[in-house]
């Protein structure tokens, strides 16, 4: 079985330029914050955004570069003291906040190989991609479980 | 004292005393080196000789470390995002500390030509730690803070490279110092250590890479990178290649074969802060109290032309490239702090001349010292002059 075959392809996504009011306009009314997808032109994907990112605002200077500079203290920032003002909800977009390195998988990639790398990467859903990295849907744990579940007779 | 329980000492003062220290704004990075020089033998004696002893087997493995995770800096992506002005800065900054620094030592001082280059090269080197925490206390944003940050990001890359190539040259000096065709014999070792620790950093790149897909669980992925790092430490010390340079391509190679290899890096994340930890305090703790009142002029001649050099280099730069007439002026003092990078250089330098080491080093960790005290006042000056400070005493102004 290919991931394709169980992926969720009705994916909500956002551009480079959401600001991050409309993010989380978008998903006010969702239970938990989704893994969200920042795609450009005819549907390339070129980052992701996740709660984690969402944390980032509070944190402007935790840029990718400084990942690799050795040595630094831990940003302890107080998100319940942080001052910002409203303009932050337009002046900050996606592209501001997304992880630009991230996981994908490929459409043809086979469901075990989907769970091998979730457990690899300690993460529960990951982007479907074709060869061209164009985004085709999302795929998760949840999808997986289902399936197994379905051919086991458990759900029809 | 017995080792284990020496361990858990150093971890847990380590630990207490970040935060203590934490409470003045100054990195953690400080109050472990502090620590190190209180409980080391020069005062409290209250760290085991057999951890003491451990010193270089700690420093090789942190720096094979911090050299792997350096390499993540050489991705073309990277580089194409931190622009001209950052890479011109960064790399004459470092170069301008490190021909003034060894240029003065060789002229004004008299010392021999290897350890100049080796004091020159160890100067090139800058600790982000505290001036990053400035820029976070001040919340300082803008066009200076953002070259400042790209500057320190990058710094100690350009470091290890300056610093391997002038081990190279000062092993082969001290050791032929009477051998014919002196100069070819220079020119050959330093030429082999590099390029022989390209070639092994990038085969191990392409074995690690090619076997990762055996890989099953975040433990696995953790004990191979691991066994990976060690692996080029260990067969770059084995070839006498430089260990530096030959982590730092094992991580830039890896880095350019794939977009998702980031995973390896991230994966070191996990284990490596109690080695750093144990590594800066051993560092403290290797201070040669005794030592001090001779290095008078050493170190201050040291502290002085390594910030000289940086302005210049900073200065010049800034003109190059073109950047802004504060960051032509100001950005060298955002660079003032050294720390870990600049203590495990001298810490190679000490086991592999053992006779002048001892003076190295010492010098090292007393302006390393000095400057971790007074970097974040010329970085917060420097941000001031910039007018890039947003927040002062909790204050908006």
Same mark, same amino acid.
């Given at each position: 079985?290919?991931?394709?075959?169980?992926?969720?392809?009705?994916?909500?996504?956002?551009?480079?330029?959401?600001?991050?009011?409309?993010?989380?306009?978008?998903?006010?009314?969702?239970?938990?914050?989704?893994?969200?997808?920042?795609?450009?032109?005819?549907?390339?994907?070129?980052?992701?955004?996740?709660?984690?990112?969402?944390?980032?605002?509070?944190?402007?200077?935790?840029?990718?570069m400084?990942?690799?500079?050795?040595?630094?203290?831990?940003?302890?920032?107080?998100?319940?003291?942080? #001052?910002?003002? #409203?303009e932050?909800?337009?002046?900050?977009?996606? #592209?501001?906040?997304? #992880?630009?390195?991230?996981?994908?998988?490929?459409?043809?990639?086979?469901?075990?190989?989907?769970?091998?790398?979730?457990?690899?990467?300690?993460k529960?859903?990951?982007?479907?991609?074709?060869?061209?990295?164009?985004?085709?849907?999302?795929v998760?744990?949840?999808?997986?479980?289902?399936?197994?579940?379905?051919?086991?007779?458990?759900?029809? | 004292?017995?080792? *284990?329980?020496?361990?858990?000492?150093?971890?847990?003062?380590?630990?207490?005393?970040?935060?203590?220290?934490?409470?003045?704004?100054?990195?953690?990075?400080? &109050?472990?080196?502090?620590?190190?020089?209180?409980?080391?033998?020069?005062?409290?004696?209250?760290?085991?000789?057999?951890?003491?002893?451990?010193?270089?087997?700690?420093?090789?493995?942190?720096?094979?470390?911090?050299?792997?995770?350096?390499?993540?800096?050489f991705?073309?992506?990277?580089?194409?995002?931190?622009?001209?002005?950052v890479?011109?800065?960064?790399? !004459?900054?470092?170069?301008?500390?490190? $021909?003034?620094?060894?240029?003065?030592?060789?002229?004004?001082l008299?010392?021999?030509?290897?350890?100049?280059?080796?004091?020159?090269?160890?100067?090139?080197?800058?600790?982000?730690?505290?001036?990053?925490?400035?820029?976070?206390?001040?919340?300082?944003?803008?066009?200076?803070?953002?070259?400042?940050?790209? $500057?320190v990001?990058?710094?100690?890359?350009?470091?290890?490279?300056?610093?391997?190539?002038?081990?190279?040259?000062?092993?082969? +000096?001290?050791?032929?110092?009477?051998?014919?065709?002196? !100069?070819?014999?220079?020119?050959?070792?330093?030429i082999?250590?590099?390029?022989?620790?390209?070639?092994?950093?990038?085969? $191990?790149?392409? &074995?690690?890479?090619?076997?990762?897909?055996?890989?099953?669980?975040?433990?696995? !992925?953790l +004990?191979?990178?691991?066994?990976?790092?060690?692996?080029?430490?260990? *067969?770059?010390?084995?070839?006498?290649?430089?260990?530096?340079?030959?982590?730092?391509?094992?991580g830039?190679?890896?880095?350019?074969?794939?977009?998702?290899?980031?995973?390896?890096?991230?994966?070191?994340?996990?284990?490596?802060?109690?080695?750093?930890?144990?590594?800066?305090v051993?560092?403290?703790?290797?201070?040669?109290?005794?030592?001090?009142?001779?290095?008078?002029?050493?170190?201050l001649?040291?502290?002085?032309?390594?910030?000289?050099?940086?302005?210049?280099?900073?200065?010049?730069?800034?003109?190059?490239?073109?950047?802004?007439?504060?960051?032509?002026?100001?950005?060298?003092?955002?660079? $003032?702090?050294?720390?870990?990078?600049?203590?495990?250089?001298?810490?190679?330098?000490?086991?592999?001349?053992?006779?002048?080491?001892?003076?190295?080093?010492?010098?090292? *960790?007393?302006?390393?010292?000095?400057?971790?005290?007074?970097?974040?006042?010329?970085?917060?000056?420097? !941000?001031?002059?910039?007018?890039?400070?947003?927040?002062?005493?909790?204050?908006?102004?």
């Amino acid at each position: 079985m290919q991931v394709k075959e169980v992926m969720s392809k009705e994916v909500i996504t956002v551009k480079r330029s959401t600001t991050l009011k409309q993010l989380l306009d978008i998903f006010t009314t969702f239970h938990v914050f989704p893994l969200v997808p920042v795609i450009e032109g005819d549907n390339v994907l070129v980052g992701i955004v996740s709660f984690r990112n969402l944390i980032n605002v509070f944190q402007p200077h935790q840029s990718q570069m400084l990942k690799t500079v050795p040595f630094l203290d831990e940003e302890e920032e107080d998100i319940f003291k942080v #001052e910002f003002t #409203e303009e932050v909800g337009s002046l900050v977009v996606a #592209e501001d906040i997304m #992880e630009k390195k991230f996981v994908a998988i490929q459409e043809d990639a086979s469901l075990e190989e989907a769970y091998k790398l979730m457990k690899l990467h300690l993460k529960e859903e990951f982007p479907v991609v074709n060869r061209a990295g164009r985004l085709l849907g999302m795929v998760g744990i949840f999808d997986i479980v289902r399936y197994i579940f379905r051919q086991k007779g458990v759900i029809k | 004292m017995n080792t *284990i329980l020496g361990l858990g000492f150093i971890l847990l003062a380590g630990l207490f005393s970040a935060r203590l220290i934490n409470k003045i704004k100054f990195p953690a990075v400080t &109050a472990y080196l502090l620590l190190g020089i209180v409980i080391g033998p020069s005062v409290f004696k209250l760290i085991p000789n057999n951890i003491i002893g451990a010193s270089g087997l700690i420093s090789n493995i942190v720096l094979g470390i911090i050299a792997f995770s350096i390499g993540q800096n050489f991705s073309i992506d990277n580089f194409r995002r931190i622009g001209k002005s950052v890479i011109w800065i960064s790399v !004459l900054e470092a170069c301008g500390a490190w $021909v003034l620094v060894t240029l003065i030592f060789l002229i004004l001082l008299k010392q021999p030509l290897y350890i100049s280059l080796i004091f020159g090269a160890i100067s090139s080197a800058t600790a982000p730690a505290a001036t990053i925490m400035v820029i976070r206390e001040y919340r300082a944003k803008g066009n200076f803070t953002d070259t400042l940050l790209g $500057v320190v990001a990058i710094d100690d890359a350009w470091c290890l490279i300056i610093f391997a190539i002038s081990l190279a040259i000062s092993q082969a +000096i001290s050791n032929h110092m009477l051998a014919t065709f002196f !100069l070819i014999r220079v020119f050959f070792n330093s030429i082999l250590s590099i390029f022989g620790a390209f070639i092994l950093g990038g085969v $191990v790149a392409i &074995a690690l890479y090619y076997l990762s897909r055996y890989l099953r669980t975040q433990t696995e !992925l953790l +004990i191979f990178t691991l066994g990976f790092v060690f692996l080029n430490i260990g *067969i770059a010390v084995w070839l006498r290649l430089s260990v530096l340079l030959a982590n730092m391509f094992l991580g830039a190679i890896l880095v350019n074969i794939n977009k998702s290899t980031f995973n390896f890096f991230d994966t070191l994340k996990t284990v490596d802060s109690p080695l750093f930890l144990l590594f800066f305090v051993l560092a403290g703790a290797n201070l040669e109290i005794g030592i001090l009142d001779r290095l008078g002029l050493i170190g201050l001649a040291y502290l002085i032309f390594r910030v000289v050099g940086k302005l210049i280099g900073a200065g010049l730069g800034a003109r190059i490239s073109g950047a802004s007439g504060s960051i032509r002026r100001y950005l060298g003092l955002g660079l $003032v702090p050294q720390a870990g990078v600049a203590l495990g250089c001298a810490l190679i330098a000490k086991s592999d001349f053992p006779k002048v080491g001892g003076m190295i080093f010492t010098t090292i *960790i007393a302006t390393t010292v000095v400057y971790e005290l007074i970097g974040p006042l010329c970085t917060k000056f420097a !941000l001031q002059k910039a007018g890039e400070v947003v927040v002062e005493h909790g204050q908006n102004i």
